[in-house]
């Protein structure tokens, strides 16, 4: 069974920045896979944070991502990267990386679709 493994999470000032990795264990290979950055805030649903296509890298950022949020691809350390500056109170939750043989608007826009593989999450905190 291949597990996700996320990363890089904490607490942080409003403000701040935080830089999140994804990556799989055991060598399993990322790249033919789209990769998606979900966040689930308490009591909330989960949503579509980020998205990284597997061939071409297109990248597909939530409105209030874009513009802070930066999503990478290092194909050589097979890990997945997000970037996130100028963190907001708002943006506080666990970050979970999903990989899937999906669009990237299939992926993003769709956080409670089938994934191929899922990581147990990472929290961030943003405090005011």
């Known amino acids: 069974q291949v597990q996700l493994v996320e990363s890089g999470g904490g607490l942080v000032e409003d403000g701040g920045s935080l830089r999140l990795s994804c990556t799989a264990a055991?060598?399993?290979?990322?790249?033919?896979?789209?990769i998606g950055w979900f966040r689930q805030a308490p009591g909330k649903e989960r949503e579509g944070v980020s998205c990284?296509?597997?061939?071409?890298?297109?990248?597909y950022y939530e409105p209030s991502a874009k513009g802070r949020f930066t999503i990478s691809r290092d194909r050589a350390k097979n890990t997945i990267y997000l970037q996130m500056n100028s963190l907001k109170p708002e943006d506080t939750g666990t970050y979970y990386c999903?990989?899937?043989?999906?669009?990237?608007?299939?992926?993003?826009?769709?956080?409670?679709?089938?994934?191929?593989?899922w990581g147990a999450g990472t929290l961030v905190t943003v405090s005011s």
């Open positions: 999903a990989a899937a043989m999906r669009t990237l608007r299939e992926l993003c826009g769709d956080p409670y679709g089938a994934m191929d593989y």
């Open positions: 055991s060598g399993f290979s990322l790249g033919p896979y789209a």
């Open positions: 990284i296509g597997s061939s071409f890298n297109a990248e």
